[in-house]
């Protein structure tokens, strides 16, 4: 096992571009989905308020309680200055004055200059509070120019504006299966997978398969099979530990297996083999390093962009889409947005994804090996084994 | 009697239209430092590579310790250790680790492996470099790293293929005495380069190739006797009368005789006290000149001499 143990060492010595990309990935995906919950259920902001009542009427007191029935109501001595260094210090969000007489000019119809309010930011809570008491004072004036009294004006007005409005959370998971925070997991994985597997894996392929030391190995008593096996585990092993630790993430995000968890690992090992067979390919060529990483930023981000990685596939143009259909990775995502929710599911749709995935790895390893034997056909007289003839 | 270690028998291989070898046939015996010594082109290259089973070849046969060789010969291979001209070793893996992966192609005991690379180690003088990664090695130790890794499963046969090029005359003369040591410890050698200096210096046979033919085949005495200069004398002069060249041209023994403006340089072929007899002629006719020294047939006269061009003229 001396070439697998030399590969062992030479992809160790790659590896950090690799682990920066996993860590990375997973620094991000794993506090966001610890923080996921937050988006289940929805609470109404709520801002802290100062309100100097100079009014102090029945109907001054009738809109604190109205404001205080979301925001925290804050008592600061009745001085300008307090108000002003309380605002600037964000000690409260909000100050209403509402002035004397308030309470006269609003039975009399008029909405304007009823009261004076103070902020320091436009927030949209802060927007909202002034809307709020805009439309607190034009209900009241409407109710009082349908006939109400002041005071069931005012009474109506309240019961109006404290119903709530019910607030239903969008989800899009697709009824027990992937946790939205696992669909996007999932839907950002093949670009993480490409990066990892065609940045790491091409260049120590490369390094071992260079002619000069090819050359020197052939010398060798270890046999070509021999060789080209041990290669092929250590590629193996590296594809496998990179989608175990990906795959064991995503069940513990998701909380648990169920069948869109395991669609979702099986659309990514499938895409983990296209990038391999996509690996070998590419490594069969004799490129420098730099060309390389050229290789695997146009594979990961044009992929991405083109295929609905970073861009969700309803939101691109039927062009783009029509040239990413023949991107495997535009299929890993079709069938990733069905598990997400956001496209309805398919069984038939899902197994023609996976299908056409493995497609895709089975048409590049096909063409690694006609391009390879073409390759030896020119390359014959440093490359071609030696097949003595007959004297 | 010395065994055969390597038998070459009419040798053909064909690029197409071009004969790189041409009915090329060789016998090296055990314990010999075999010299192939051509220029670039001239086939040696490919000699190797058909000898390695790395090529296939049109006719002809190939043995090695009296058994075919073919690309699975790994019974053979074994005892082949090859270090080429360019240096092949994983730049990711310390001295120490390269050596103990390419000895580890050939050796699996562990404990005998530990010793073998400590060997090698030791052998190409990288004790203080063991922890380095070549990158970080000077071209004349990577060079020696080239070689260690190519000899420290103790090969019965190394093949190195032109393994000095582009190193420091340190180096070089350090890589030179190592591979006498090799030889001294039962290796037989085979030795490609186009530097005939070291071939002279290192080779107990010697075959000369160009154009895929092997052109001339012996010990470097033997070579040098198979051409007709013997010694060859400058004498650096200045004026020299046109009927003084001529008398001195037409002396026994002289077959040449040129005078360029500074020197005056003299061929002869065979025959004794020939500066004598030159000396005396400038003696007698009252010219001065500055330094003389004479200079006995190189390789290089000799390629020169059979083939018409000189060795290094023909470097790509």
Same mark, same amino acid.
């Given at each position: 096992m001396q070439v697998f143990n030399a590969f062992l060492k030479v992809l160790k010595k790659r590896s950090l571009s690799a682990m920066i990309y996993i860590a990375v990935f997973l620094g991000i995906a794993i506090p966001m989905a610890s923080s996921s919950?937050?988006? *289940?259920a929805m609470k109404l902001t709520s801002l802290d308020i100062c309100v100097f !009542? *100079? !009014?102090?009427t029945d109907a001054s007191r009738e809109l604190i309680s109205l404001l205080a029935e979301n925001n925290k109501i804050v008592t600061l001595e009745n001085d300008r200055d307090v108000m002003t260094d309380a605002l600037y210090y964000e000690w409260i969000d909000y100050a209403l004055i509402i002035d004397k007489g308030y309470a006269e000019k609003l039975a009399a119809g008029e909405t304007n200059d009823l009261f004076r309010s103070y902020h320091m930011h436009d927030s949209y809570s802060v927007v909202y509070v002034t809307n709020l008491l805009s439309e607190y004072t034009s209900t009241v004036k409407a109710f009082m120019t349908s006939g109400n009294s002041f005071s069931d004006a005012l009474s109506k007005t309240a019961d109006a504006l404290s119903t709530d409005t019910e607030v239903t959370m969008k989800s899009f998971s697709s009824g027990g299966g992937l946790k939205d925070i696992v669909g996007f997991y999932y839907r950002y994985l093949p670009y993480i997978l490409v990066s990892v597997i065609l940045g790491t894996l091409c260049p120590v392929i490369v390094t071992m398969n260079s002619r000069d030391l090819r050359f020197r190995t052939s010398c060798s008593s270890i046999r070509s099979a021999s060789y080209t096996m041990q290669l092929f585990l250590g590629s193996a092993i590296f594809v496998f530990a990179v989608l175990a630790l990906f795959t064991v993430v995503g069940i513990v995000l998701n909380g648990g297996i169920n069948g869109d968890m395991l669609l979702a690992v099986a659309n990514s090992i499938i895409f983990s083999l296209v990038v391999t067979a996509l690996t070998v390919f590419v490594s069969g060529f004799e490129i420098g390093p730099n060309i390389q990483a050229l290789i695997t930023q146009i594979a990961s981000l044009g992929m991405s962009f083109l295929c609905? /990685?970073? /861009?969700?596939q309803s939101m691109l143009g039927g062009g783009v889409l029509a040239a990413a259909r023949f991107l495997p990775m535009y299929w890993y995502t079709v069938l990733n947005d069905m598990l997400m929710g956001d496209t309805r599911f398919d069984a038939g749709k899902a197994a023609l994804c996976l299908a056409v995935e493995a497609a895709f790895a089975v048409m590049l390893v096909v063409l690694t090996v006609l391009v390879r034997r073409q390759s030896s056909g020119k390359n014959a007289p440093r490359q071609k084994k030696a097949e003595p003839a007959a004297a | 009697m010395e065994n055969t270690v390597v038998k070459i028998e009419n040798l053909v291989k064909r690029y197409g239209e071009l004969i790189? #070898?041409?009915?090329f046939s060789l016998e090296i015996k055990e314990g010999e430092i075999f010299g192939l010594l051509?220029? %670039?082109? =001239?086939g040696k290259t490919t000699t190797i590579n058909c000898l390695l089973s790395l090529l296939s070849y049109d006719k002809g046969n190939i043995e090695l310790f009296g058994k075919k060789m073919t690309p699975v010969s790994y019974d053979i291979k074994k005892d082949i250790g090859v270090i080429m001209q360019n240096v092949a070793v &994983? %730049? $990711? &893996? @310390?001295v120490y680790e390269n050596i103990d992966y390419f000895c580890g192609l050939y050796i699996s005991d562990k404990a005998l492996r530990k010793k073998y690379v400590e060997e090698a180690v030791e052998f190409a003088g990288l004790g203080d470099f063991v922890?380095? +990664?070549?990158?970080? #090695? =000077?071209g004349g130790l990577l060079r020696r790293l080239n070689i260690a890794c190519g000899i420290a499963h103790k090969p019965k046969l190394i093949i190195l293929d $032109?393994? @000095?090029?582009?190193?420091d005359p340190q180096s070089r003369n350090r890589i030179l005495e190592g591979i006498e040591e090799l030889n001294r410890a039962g290796a037989t050698v085979i030795y490609t380069s186009h530097y005939m200096e070291e071939v002279e210096q290192l080779c107990t046979r010697i075959a000369i190739m160009d154009k895929g033919r092997k052109i001339a085949e012996g010990t470097k005495e033997e070579l040098k006797r198979m051409?007709? %200069? @013997?010694e060859t004398v400058t004498i650096e002069i200045i004026e020299l009368p046109e009927e003084v060249r001529a008398q001195i041209a037409s002396l026994?023994?002289? +077959?040449s005789a040129e005078h360029d403006g500074e020197r005056l340089v003299i061929c002869c072929s065979g025959g004794k006290h020939n500066l004598i007899r030159i000396l005396d002629v400038l003696q007698s006719r009252d010219l001065g000149f500055g330094r003389v020294y004479t200079e006995l047939p190189t390789l290089n006269d000799v390629f020169l001499e059979i083939t018409g061009k000189a060795l290094r003229d023909k470097e790509d």
């Open positions: 919950n937050a988006t *289940e !009542d *100079e !009014d102090g609905g /990685v970073f /861009v969700p | 790189a #070898l041409d009915h051509g220029p %670039n082109g =001239s &994983l %730049n $990711e &893996l @310390t922890k380095f +990664y070549p990158k970080k #090695l =000077s $032109e393994p @000095t090029v582009a190193v051409i007709r %200069n @013997t026994p023994h002289v +077959y």
